[in-house]
C-alpha cells in the first residue's frame, strides 16, 4: 500500500457559506507525477484512497497488467474528508449537512493544485466516485481529457433522495445505527433476481433464520466495525445533494464549451441510478457532442454490479482506457 499523504486547505468556503479547514488524504500509484497521463479515481460510498494492491478495493479494476495499469500511468485517489480512513478523530466531519458533492468536487481540485497538476487524462468512478468526478467535469471543463462515471448520473433523482432520507432517519435513530443502515442499503444495492440467484429462499441448516438474513447481518456488523457515524451520515448525506447546483441547461452549457470524451457506463438493472435515466443524459448530450459514448452492463445483481461483473466492466474499460491511451 502507498502512503497515505495529506494536504491541509485552510479556510476552504463550502456551498453553505461556511468556512472550514479541511485535511485531504489521498495516495497516488504507478509513475511519478509528470512522468504520465494522470488518472483520478474517486472511490464509491464506503471505499477510500487505497484502490489498488492487496488490500485495494478496486484492485481488479488498477493495478499491473489491469486496465488502469501503475507502469503506464500516475493514479491519484483523494479520500472524501470525513470518510475516517486516516483514523484520526479531529478529521471527522460532524456538521455533514453543510457539504455537497460540489464542495468534495473542489476541494480535490485544491489537492490537484498543491500537486501542480493541471490537465488530467481521465476521471473515473462509481456510484457517488462516478457523480464527484462529473462535478469535478462540471467545475473545470477544459481539464478532463476522458470523463468515465460508472453507475452513476450527473443529478440525483427522487428515488435516490427518498432512501437517503430513509437512510439518514436510520443512522440518526437507531441504538445500531451504522449496522441497521447496512441492511436497508444493501436491498437497494443489489436486485430480487440476484438474491434469489444467490439463496433461493434456503435456511441456514437446522436453525429458523434464512441465508439471506445471514448474509445480510454479516454486512451489517462488518461495516460497523469498520466505518465511523459520522462517515456513513457524511457519505450517504453526499449522495442526494448530486448534481443539485444545477440543471440541464448547466448541463448542456458544459458539453459546448467542452472537449472532454464523456464514457457513460450504466447497469441495467441499477435501482440507484437507473439506466433509462443514464440514457436519458446521453441522448441530451449526443444531441450537442459527438464526444460522448453509452455502454450498460447486463447484470442481474443491479448497482453492485459495478463491484461483482469486473469482467464485463473491465472489457468496457479496455475499450475507453486503451484506445485513448495510444492515441
Same mark, same amino acid.
Given at each position: 500500500?502507498?502512503?497515505?499523504?495529506?494536504?491541509?486547505?485552510?479556510?476552504?468556503?463550502?456551498?453553505?457559506?461556511?468556512?472550514?479547514?479541511?485535511?485531504?488524504?489521498?495516495? *497516488?500509484?504507478?509513475?511519478?507525477?509528470?512522468?504520465?497521463? !494522470?488518472?483520478?479515481?474517486?472511490?464509491?460510498?464506503?471505499?477510500?484512497?487505497?484502490?489498488?494492491?492487496?488490500?485495494?478495493?478496486?484492485?481488479?479494476?488498477?493495478?499491473?497488467?489491469?486496465?488502469?495499469?501503475?507502469?503506464?500511468? *500516475?493514479?491519484?485517489?483523494?479520500?472524501?474528508?470525513?470518510?475516517?480512513?486516516?483514523?484520526?478523530?479531529?478529521?471527522?466531519?460532524?456538521?455533514?449537512?453543510?457539504?455537497?458533492?460540489?464542495?468534495?468536487?473542489?476541494?480535490?481540485?485544491?489537492?490537484?493544485?498543491?500537486?501542480?497538476?493541471?490537465?488530467?487524462?481521465?476521471?473515473?468512478?462509481?456510484?457517488?466516485?462516478?457523480? !464527484?468526478?462529473?462535478?469535478?467535469?462540471? !467545475?473545470?471543463?477544459?481539464?478532463?481529457?476522458?470523463?468515465?462515471?460508472?453507475?452513476?448520473?450527473?443529478?440525483?433523482?427522487?428515488?435516490? !433522495?427518498?432512501?437517503?432520507?430513509?437512510?439518514?432517519?436510520?443512522?440518526? +435513530?437507531?441504538?445500531?445505527?451504522? +449496522?441497521?443502515?447496512?441492511?436497508?442499503?444493501?436491498?437497494?444495492?443489489?436486485?430480487?433476481?440476484?438474491?434469489?440467484?444467490?439463496?433461493?429462499?434456503?435456511?441456514?441448516?437446522?436453525?429458523?433464520?434464512?441465508?439471506?438474513?445471514?448474509?445480510?447481518?454479516?454486512?451489517?456488523?462488518?461495516?460497523?466495525?469498520?466505518?465511523?457515524?459520522?462517515?456513513?451520515?457524511?457519505?450517504?448525506?453526499?449522495?442526494?445533494?448530486?448534481?443539485?447546483?444545477?440543471?440541464?441547461?448547466?448541463?448542456?452549457?458544459?458539453?459546448?464549451?467542452?472537449? *472532454?470524451?464523456?464514457?457513460?457506463?450504466?447497469?441495467?438493472?441499477?435501482?440507484?441510478?437507473?439506466?433509462?435515466?443514464?440514457?436519458?443524459?446521453?441522448?441530451?448530450?449526443?444531441?450537442? *457532442?459527438?464526444?460522448?459514448?453509452?455502454?450498460?452492463?447486463?447484470?442481474? +445483481?443491479?448497482?453492485?454490479?459495478?463491484?461483482?461483473?469486473?469482467?464485463?466492466?473491465?472489457?468496457?474499460?479496455?475499450?475507453?482506457?486503451?484506445?485513448?491511451?495510444?492515441?
Amino acid at each position: 500500500m502507498k502512503t497515505v499523504q495529506n494536504i491541509t486547505i485552510s479556510n476552504f468556503l463550502l456551498q453553505s457559506g461556511e468556512v472550514c479547514r479541511i485535511n485531504l488524504s489521498f495516495q *497516488t500509484f504507478g509513475l511519478p507525477i509528470g512522468m504520465a497521463p !494522470i488518472v483520478i479515481v474517486n472511490h464509491a460510498l464506503t471505499g477510500n484512497s487505497n484502490v489498488a494492491g492487496e488490500n485495494g478495493w478496486w484492485k481488479e479494476v488498477v493495478g499491473e497488467n489491469k486496465v488502469i495499469d501503475p507502469q503506464k500511468f *500516475t493514479i491519484i485517489a483523494f479520500n472524501i474528508p470525513g470518510n475516517g480512513y486516516d483514523e484520526i478523530p479531529e478529521n471527522l466531519i460532524e456538521n455533514y449537512k453543510s457539504f455537497t458533492t460540489k464542495d468534495i468536487a473542489s476541494l480535490f481540485w485544491k489537492g490537484l493544485e498543491y500537486l501542480k497538476i493541471e490537465q488530467l487524462f481521465a476521471v473515473i468512478g462509481g456510484s457517488l466516485g462516478g457523480a !464527484i468526478a462529473w462535478e469535478m467535469a462540471f !467545475i473545470k471543463p477544459k481539464s478532463i481529457q476522458n470523463l468515465i462515471p460508472i453507475a452513476t448520473n450527473w443529478k440525483a433523482n427522487d428515488w435516490l !433522495i427518498g432512501n437517503v432520507l430513509v437512510q439518514d432517519a436510520i443512522l440518526n +435513530h437507531s441504538i445500531n445505527p451504522i +449496522h441497521d443502515a447496512r441492511l436497508h442499503a444493501m436491498l437497494l444495492y443489489r436486485t430480487p433476481e440476484s438474491l434469489t440467484a444467490k439463496f433461493n429462499s434456503e435456511k441456514n441448516g437446522n436453525q429458523d433464520s434464512y441465508k439471506v438474513e445471514s448474509w445480510l447481518l454479516h454486512h451489517g456488523e462488518k461495516l460497523a466495525g469498520r466505518f465511523q457515524l459520522s462517515a456513513y451520515k457524511l457519505m450517504n448525506h453526499l449522495l442526494k445533494t448530486i448534481g443539485e447546483s444545477y440543471s440541464e441547461k448547466d448541463l448542456q452549457n458544459f458539453i459546448l464549451s467542452s472537449n *472532454t470524451k464523456i464514457h457513460q457506463i450504466a447497469i441495467n438493472s441499477d435501482y440507484f441510478f437507473a439506466p433509462n435515466e443514464n440514457i436519458k443524459t446521453h441522448n441530451l448530450l449526443s444531441n450537442l *457532442t459527438k464526444n460522448i459514448t453509452y455502454h450498460e452492463i447486463n447484470s442481474i +445483481h443491479g448497482h453492485d454490479a459495478f463491484l461483482i461483473e469486473y469482467e464485463r466492466l473491465n472489457y468496457i474499460l479496455k475499450t475507453i482506457i486503451n484506445a485513448k491511451h495510444t492515441t
